[in-house]
């Protein structure tokens, strides 16, 4: 089992950037898929981006490619979102998760806010 500790989030401006991080415990961190969604008032959470164990494969759902960059450092247990060009529609609270294929499990962070005022 691994858990999550995300921050960084915040009240920015359009235009603005923010940088997330995923503190993950455990010494098994390299073996996790990790990924962010995100979740706005009233919305059904989201997929954001997600980047394999390996660290060599990422993805991003549409509304965030070429805006938002999604890396890890497995000597730290972290995974990091770097969120540029921010826009209104990006307010939402923003959940970290690890997935183990081998396991098929899927652990969730407790989140936290982005607010991007216009």
């Known amino acids: 089992q691994v858990q999550l500790v995300e921050s960084g989030g915040g009240l920015v401006q359009a235009g603005g950037s923010l940088r997330l991080s995923c503190a993950a415990s455990?010494?098994?961190?390299?073996?996790?898929?990790m990924g962010w969604s995100r979740q706005a008032p009233g919305k059904e959470r989201e997929f954001v981006a997600t980047i394999w164990w390996s660290g060599g494969s990422t993805a991003y759902a549409d509304s965030v490619k070429g805006r938002f960059t999604i890396s890890r450092d497995n000597a730290k247990n972290t995974v990091y979102l770097q969120m540029n060009s921010l826009k209104p529609e990006d307010t939402a609270i923003y959940y970290c998760?690890?997935?183990?294929?081998?396991?098929?499990?899927?652990?969730w962070g407790q989140g936290t806010q982005v607010t991007v005022s216009s």
């Open positions: 455990g010494r098994t961190f390299s073996m996790y898929d």
């Open positions: 998760n690890a997935y183990l294929t081998s396991a098929s499990a899927r652990y």
